[in-house]
């Protein structure tokens, strides 16, 4: 059965990640049955990445402050987990699902595919979102 999205949902969600006035800084979008809908929600990192589960797969929004005391930057990222237990078939399927997932999320500055808890880590992904922005204008702090 082909994978749907439920986009009016999902872009709900996007968009409560995006807003400057909420506290939402991510969100997840799993599967329901053959139907990709918009999951939880949260303003700890630390509690997306308890979402990521050995057994599921998933999309995640996520929202991320960078820079330094002179310029803070809001940069936000595309995850794709997929699980170490996911079957082969599961991860086939997610390359295509994510398509769906990219009509709705449409900005971000770098997209991640992961499966490895380690990537998942806050410092990893601030530092490749600095790479994704270009300049680096904090370089003299290293």
Known sequence: MATK???EACREA??????????????TFKYDGSTIVPGDQGTDYEEFIRECKDDIRL???????????M??????ALITWIGENVSG?????TGT???????????FAKEFVISDHKELEEEYIKNELKKAGGANYDAQNE
């Open 89 to 93: 078939l599961q991860r086939a399927k």
């Open 14 to 27: 996007y968009n409560l990640v995006r807003d400057d006035g909420t506290d939402i800084t991510w969100v």
């Open 97 to 107: 699902d994510k398509t769906l997932v990219k009509e709705v999320v449409q900005n």
């Open 5 to 7: 999205i439920d986009k």
């Open 71 to 76: 310029s803070k930057r809001v940069k936000f």
């Open 59 to 69: 999309f995640g929004f996520v929202r991320f402050t960078t820079g330094d005391a």
